[in-house]
């Protein structure tokens, strides 16, 4: 578990194919190895990867057949900036929110554009995606716990702050560029408790009218 606050930014030292999968190795940048064990967990660009080996400046990670095609881990080079996040613990403040590291799939930036200090982005989710981003509601860009700030349709905007462009590989995102999108969990989970059987009227479970009762829709 993650909370999108990034951590540092690392770069892809090495990649290494292996058939279907990818093992690659990341330099770490400033993040701390200290604590990090074998077997241990780091968002890499959003991707939740089991450290297999370890050094001082960097770690390698598998990255199955699977997440290679929800992620853009397919057309990643060495040398590639990513951002980085060790998993969190019982004492670890919740900054952003509750990220899994379980890419859903992703999204393309379709206009940047300077608003002030700040910079904004809008990007395109799939549709199988979209309904589950709201207008500030939370979702994780790369690993990056963010706020949406306006929905139209499948595209959604985001106001990027000059302190989390500093810690993050967001500024070198361009129109056309493709990102790892990580939706809310709560999201998911409703949406699966009104498809379960509980969900009907009689039983008391979730339903629509409990959900506009309790603030969660209007």
Same mark, same amino acid.
């Given at each position: %578990?993650? !909370?999108?606050?990034?951590? *540092? ?24 190895? &200290? ?5 241990? +967990?780091?968002? !890499? ?12 400046? +960097?770690?390698? $990670?598998?990255? *199955?057949?699977? !997440?290679? &095609?929800?992620?853009?881990?397919? &057309? /990643?080079?060495? @040398? ?7 998993? =969190? ?9 509750? =990220? *899994? ?15 002030? #200090?700040?910079?904004? /982005? ?9 309904? /589950?981003?709201?207008? #500030? @509601?939370?979702? $994780?860009?790369?690993? =990056? ?18 302190? !989390?462009?500093?810690?993050? &590989? ?8 493709? =990102? ?8 998911? /989970?409703?949406?699966?408790? %009104? ?8 039983? @008391? @479970?979730?339903? %629509?009218?409990?959900?506009? #009762? ?5």
């Amino acid at each position: %578990m993650f !909370t999108g606050i990034i951590e *540092s930014v690392g770069h892809i030292r090495a990649i290494e194919r292996r058939g279907d999968d990818i093992r690659l190795t990341v330099a770490v940048g400033k993040l701390d190895m &200290t604590d990090v064990k074998l077997g241990d +967990s780091i968002a !890499t660009n959003g991707v939740c990867l089991t450290v297999v080996a370890q050094s001082v400046d +960097s770690y390698t $990670a598998d990255v *199955s057949a699977e !997440t290679v &095609t929800l992620t853009g881990f397919d &057309t /990643y080079q060495v @040398g590639r900036a990513v951002n980085l996040e060790k998993a =969190v613990t019982p004492s670890t403040r919740l900054g952003g929110h509750l =990220v *899994s590291g379980h890419i859903d799939g992703q999204a393309r930036v379709v206009e940047v554009h300077p608003r002030g #200090k700040a910079t904004e /982005y809008w990007l395109e989710a799939p549709a199988e995606l979209s309904r /589950y981003i709201a207008h #500030k @509601g939370s979702i $994780a860009i790369d690993g =990056v716990s963010l706020t949406v700030n306006e929905v139209q349709g499948h595209r959604f905007r985001l106001t990027i702050v000059p302190h !989390t462009s500093g810690e993050t &590989t967001l500024p070198l995102l361009n129109a056309g560029d493709c =990102v790892n999108l990580e939706v809310d969990q709560i999201a998911r /989970y409703l949406e699966r408790l %009104m498809q379960a059987p509980t969900a009907a009227p009689s039983s @008391g @479970g979730v339903t %629509m009218e409990l959900l506009a #009762k309790s603030g969660f829709i209007r």
